[in-house]
């Protein structure tokens, strides 16, 4: 990001989890490595962007074998409760995971995190309404920090 064009306001870091079928071999355990997940298929949302996504956010060497493509969660989610696979899901998107799959956390070795920000022109006065937001938004972030305590 051209950080001489824009102002980022940090909101939150997230952590990324693993979504494994209720049946998966792993879903009693409550962290994870991914190198348990080795020969497991992933569930991403692109062919192309999203295996960006999970190399910029997993350890360098670790190779995900990307089998399905599903742009929604819910289908992505979907294809995890149906056994076929395991993703990678944000914190953020937890609330709508089904009862038949179990989240896991990752080991802290292959913890990935995710930085969540807003950002608003640099240089410019924020007006009234994108200050208020912004507000709105740190309040959101500091209520999902603490529900996930």
């Known amino acids: 990001m051209d950080q001489a064009r824009f102002e980022l ?3 939150l870091d997230e952590r990324l989890l693993v979504a494994v079928a209720r049946g998966h071999r792993l879903a009693r355990r409550r962290t994870v490595r991914l190198a348990d997940l080795t020969g497991d298929p992933f ?6 962007a999203e295996e960006t996504l999970l190399r910029a956010s997993l350890p360098s060497g670790f190779q995900p074998r990307i089998d399905l493509v599903a742009a929604e969660w819910t289908g992505k989610l979907g ?3 149906a056994g076929l696979g395991v993703a990678l899901v944000p914190a953020l ?3 709508g995971t089904p009862a ?3 989240l896991l956390r990752l080991h802290a070795d292959d913890e ?3 930085r969540v920000f807003a950002a608003t022109a640099a240089g410019r006065t924020v007006p009234p309404t994108v200050a208020r937001f912004l507000t709105h938004l740190r ?3 500091q209520a ?3 529900t996930r305590r």
């Open 100 to 102: 038949d799959v179990a």
């Open 139 to 141: 309040g959101a972030a």
């Open 112 to 114: 990935s995190v995710r």
């Open 43 to 48: 569930v991403v949302g692109s062919a192309t």
């Open 9 to 11: 306001h940090h909101l």
């Open 144 to 146: 999902f920090r603490t």
């Open 79 to 81: 294809l995890v409760a």
């Open 93 to 95: 998107a937890v609330r």
